[in-house]
C-alpha cells in the first residue's frame, strides 16, 4: 500500500525537482513521464485497494450487488409459552 504512492507520485517528482537543483542534464523523459504517473495516482489508487483488501473487496463487491448472501447462517425459531397465573 505504501509502495504505489511512493513510485507514482513521489519519486517521480522528485525526479524532476532534484536534478535542476544539482545542475545535471536535462531529463525530457522525466518531465514526459511524472504528469502521467501523478495523474494516474487517484485512478489507480483506489483499484490497488479493492484488489488487496478484502474488507473493501466486499464492500464494493455488495455496493454492486455482486456478492452471495452468507448461506452459513442458521435460522432460529424460539418457542413461545404462555405463563398462567396461580
Known amino acids: 500500500q505504501a509502495i504505489y504512492p511512493l513510485t507514482s507520485s513521489h519519486i517521480p517528482l522528485a525526479l524532476c525537482i532534484v536534478p535542476p537543483i544539482f545542475g545535471i542534464g536535462p531529463y525530457t523523459w522525466v518531465a514526459v513521464v511524472t504528469p502521467l504517473s501523478c495523474a494516474s495516482h487517484p ?3 483506489p ?3 479493492i484488489a488487496f ?3 473493501f473487496r466486499n464492500a ?3 455496493g454492486l450487488c ?3 448472501r452468507n448461506s452459513n447462517v442458521t435460522e432460529v ?5 404462555e405463563l398462567t397465573e396461580k
Open 60 to 62: 464494493f463487491l455488495h
Open 53 to 55: 483488501l478484502e474488507d
Open 43 to 45: 485512478l489507480l489508487d
Open 47 to 49: 483499484i490497488f485497494f
Open 66 to 68: 455482486m456478492c452471495r
Open 77 to 81: 425459531s424460539v418457542k413461545s409459552t
